[in-house]
């Protein structure tokens, strides 16, 4: 059973979601947030595996709930997924350097927003490479004071690791990379996982953004 909780300040959207998940085989909503206070304190109690989070809520707005869920050691198996509208890209960027897996938009099909739950709870970052990539066009400068990484950080990582880490910030699957570099997909998966670990990233998506704030990718050339 996937546990699934939401965070949103307008009670329609948060029950409209919750019908929709709650009547999926296999899922399970076990609580809805008004706010970004909410749901840092009820994420802490209840130990989702997924929360569906908002951006713009009053109290605490999500970008900063997010952080505080995914920075905490105990809520370490959580994964944040950012519902979002097309004019809050700028906040998206910023929910997936807090920590977020990914983002799906509000208007997703039912059938959609399940695949992005079992997505998620996979391990894999909700990451369209095409929608990514815009972000990071518009808002990323290289190398910026918010990176992840800093250059001597490089150095943590081998050859082979720096070449996955371009793979993945092109929007590259494990599949793929496995493909490209002619190795099984589940070394690709263990490279992945150990970058994480030597660069303090939460997970894929933060590798993405890392992948360009390091200079590594430079906006416009993936």
Known sequence: MITVMLADDQALIRTAVAELVSHEPGFSVIGQAADGREAV???RELRPDIVLMDIRMPVM???????????????????????????????????????????IGKGTEAGDLMN????????????SPRATKALIDRYVTPASK???????????????????????GRGHSNAAIAADLV???QTAKTHV???????GAHDRAQLVIAAYESGLLVPGSA
């Open 41 to 43: 304190a009820m994420a």
């Open 146 to 168: 918010s990176a992840i990484l800093i250059p001597d950080e490089l150095a943590l990582l081998t050859d082979r690791e720096r070449e996955i880490l371009l793979l993945v």
């Open 116 to 127: 992005a739950i079992h997505t998620v709870h996979a391990g894999d970052a909700l990451l």
């Open 61 to 103: 707005d999500g970008i900063q709930a997010t952080a505080a869920i995914c920075a905490d050691p105990q809520m370490a198996g959580t994964r944040v997924v950012i519902l979002t509208t097309f004019e809050e890209d700028e906040f998206v960027l910023q929910a997936l350097r807090a920590g977020a897996s990914g983002f």
């Open 193 to 199: 996982n150990r970058m994480m670990s030597k660069l």
């Open 183 to 185: 190795i099984s997909p």
